[in-house]
């Protein structure tokens, strides 16, 4: 009789086991992703014309810290920060619960075969710390709208303007040869400057797949926001412009030599490059370009904004991040948060 039950129990238990490995394995294989509204972003525009380094999401800033192989951390409220196991990350978009982000571990030395591979686009759970890769190539742009990521795609011979949905890594297209450096959502639209023959801004309606004129110009990086088109013109010098699209109105905010930039409300920061006049040096200004104050001379790069704060670079160190306030003291320090006493 003892030998019955024993038996009986092995059995139950052999049960249970496949019953749990049966569970795991449905729940491994159903994507319990929630779709996204139509108007989802998951970073703002000039942050991913930035490299996407920094972003905001529900009183958090998220961050690829470079002296730690572009791992992300996590800024609390209190000043207190978390580490994650992402590493080599760009092109942070946060959205619902989920981060999505680029990847480019071809410079992180020796590799594991149990390592993830090189390149792709991720997404992750914030809760359950759950990946999941949604292409495997490289790609510069990664630019969340609605539940679809938008890419400009490497290949090994070209490059493209690329479609990913966020549940379904099977749901993928290349839209354009053209590779579009997408960054600027808004409302189900995408903003961009034509590459082939002209570098008129265009609209992209991501609910249709159809693109139309929308502001004729010689434009560089556009940015939508609250009615405002910012650009910079190709034809005036690289003067950093901005266009109300109500009143039909154009103010230029700089007449120098603006090759990249980024904006907040009524902030704007832009990096001043003029090897005519020797002119190396990042700014902050208004919309109108009554209030320019110098924050540093030296060339900049990676112009990201998160939690009243701007975040940037020396153009020569890509391991320090430095920042100054959005509407304070615009004197620059060195970002320096205590990252390696975390576990």
């Given amino acids: ?11 139950a238990a052999v049960l249970i086991l496949i019953a749990v490995v049966l569970l795991l394995t449905v729940l491994n294989v159903i994507d319990f992703t929630p779709e996204n509204d139509i108007t989802a972003t998951g970073n703002t525009a000039g942050n991913l014309y930035n490299g996407g380094y920094f972003c905001e999401y529900e009183d958090k800033i998220y961050f690829s810290w470079p002296s730690d192989d572009h791992r992300v951390y996590c800024m609390k409220p209190d ?14 978009n946060i959205y619902n619960g989920y981060l999505y982000y680029g990847r480019n571990g071809a410079t992180s030395g020796p590799r594991s075969f149990l390592d993830r591979r090189p390149f792709g686009v991720y997404r ?29 795609e490497y290949t090994d011979t070209s490059y493209y303007f690329s479609r990913v949905n ?6 993928f297209e290349r839209i354009s040869s053209a590779g579009y450096p997408i960054s600027c959502a808004d409302n189900g639209f995408l903003y961009y ?16 797949g ?26 005036d010098g690289y003067a950093l412009k901005c266009y109300d699209t109500s009143s039909g109105s154009l103010s230029t905010i700089t007449n120098d030599r603006c090759i990249n930039y980024n904006v907040s409300g009524s902030a704007v920061f832009y990096q001043i490059e003029n090897p005519d006049t020797g002119h190396y040096a990042l700014y902050r200004n208004n919309i109108q370009g009554t209030a320019a104050e110098l924050i540093a001379s030296g060339s900049f790069c990676h112009i990201n904004i998160a939690g009243g704060y701007v975040y940037f670079q020396r153009f020569n160190d890509e391991y320090t991040f430095y920042r100054a306030s959005l509407t ?3 004197q620059m320090e060195e970002f320096m948060p205590d990252l390696w006493s975390l576990k």
């Fill in 1 to 11: 009789m003892s030998k019955s039950k024993d038996q009986l129990k092995l059995v």
């Fill in 79 to 92: 000043g207190s920060f978390e580490k994650t196991d992402i590493t080599d990350a760009f092109s942070l």
């Fill in 124 to 152: 992750v759970s914030l809760s359950s710390g759950r990946s999941k890769v949604l292409c495997s190539s490289l790609c510069a742009y990664v630019c969340l709208s609605g539940s679809n990521l938008f890419l400009q």
């Fill in 166 to 171: 966020i549940k379904n890594d099977k749901d």
């Fill in 193 to 208: 400057s034509e590459l082939n023959g002209n570098h008129n801004i265009y609209r992209y309606d991501t609910r249709t």
């Fill in 210 to 235: 159809s693109a139309e004129l929308f502001y004729k110009g010689n434009c560089f990086q556009p940015i939508y926001e609250n009615g405002l088109l910012y650009y910079i013109d190709l034809a």
């Fill in 328 to 330: 304070g003291s615009a």
